[in-house]
């Protein structure tokens, strides 16, 4: 069965890169484009996992809401992607929905919106079956950016992302840790896998990121347009929809 992708903007645009992602891994998806409200039909269709990619809450009704968190207790899995319009962020305002009750973390009740101008670097927490075969202890890529959340209680933090101030003396680079937040968080809600991964998919928060991986891969879905990103990127994120999903890797 597909996944509903929910988010990015057109499959032009911004919803490329995921949609690259999925059909390099042979996953099948449709894309809702989040200039569209959702429709109360959105769930009528079997789907594996819904995705939620800076799509803002305010597309959703109540009752539309309450359908999905009943999807995922039944079995369906969700993957939230941060953004500006994903967690709280500029104008995602998931923490007053019912959504708060399935996602794996606890937002916060502001702008949660993290910039960040020196490295942010994506440190492994933990082993799980996301991450197994990718090198995040010999290659650690960063981030430009992310959702400041909290992890809840009976989640999993699979990554964190680890902030730096960086300064140089004489010929010495000096690495000032700023901060460690989640990045990657995995639970259940009822029978359904969920996950929230904090940074973007997409530029410009993916920041390097996207390129993470000595091998480049050239991906096009269907009316989107083409990427280059790296494997190990690419990795990454099929494995996020896979898991949540439920489906073999």
């Known amino acids: 069965m597909p996944v509903l992708y929910m988010g990015d903007g057109a ?13 390099t891994f042979e996953i099948d998806f449709d894309h809702m484009d989040p200039a569209r409200r959702c429709p109360d039909s959105f769930l009528d269709k079997a789907y594996d996992a819904v995705i939620l990619s800076d799509y803002p809450s305010a597309n959703f009704t109540p009752a539309q809401l309450k359908t999905l968190k009943t999807k995922v207790e039944s079995g ?17 305002h998931y923490d007053a929905t019912i959504l708060r ?3 794996p973390v606890e937002m ?3 702008d949660d919106r993290v910039n960040c101008s020196s490295p942010c670097v994506v440190e492994k927490n933990t082993d799980h079956a996301i991450i197994e075969s990718l090198p995040f202890a010999a290659d650690m890529p960063c981030v430009g950016g992310f959702n400041e ?3 809840k209680a009976n989640s999993v933090t699979i990554l964190s992302a680890r902030r730096f101030k960086v300064s140089k003396s004489a010929n010495a680079f000096n690495f000032i ?12 809600c009822g029978k359904g896998r969920v996950a929230a991964f904090m940074s973007d998919v997409a530029p410009h928060w993916i920041g390097g ?3 993470w991986g000595s091998r480049r891969i050239t991906a096009q879905s269907p009316g989107a347009s083409q990427v280059e990103i790296g494997e190990h ?4 994120f099929a494995n996020i929809i896979r898991w949540t999903s439920n489906t073999a890797f």
């Not at 840790?177 to 259940?188: D, F, K, N, R, T």
């Not at 990127?233 to 990454?236: D, E, I, P, R, T």
Request: glycine share 18%.
């Open 209 to 211: 990121l996207v390129d």
């Open 177 to 188: 840790a700023q901060g460690v937040s989640p990045l990657l968080v995995v639970g259940m």
């Open 11 to 23: 499959l032009e645009n911004g919803a490329s890169y995921l949609a690259g992602v999925m059909k």
């Open 233 to 236: 990127y690419a990795g990454l």
């Open 76 to 92: 369906m899995g969700l993957v939230m992607i941060g953004g500006w319009d994903s967690f709280v962020g500029q104008s995602g």
């Open 108 to 110: 916060h009740n502001r």
């Open 149 to 151: 959340v909290k992890a």
């Open 101 to 103: 009750e399935v996602l």
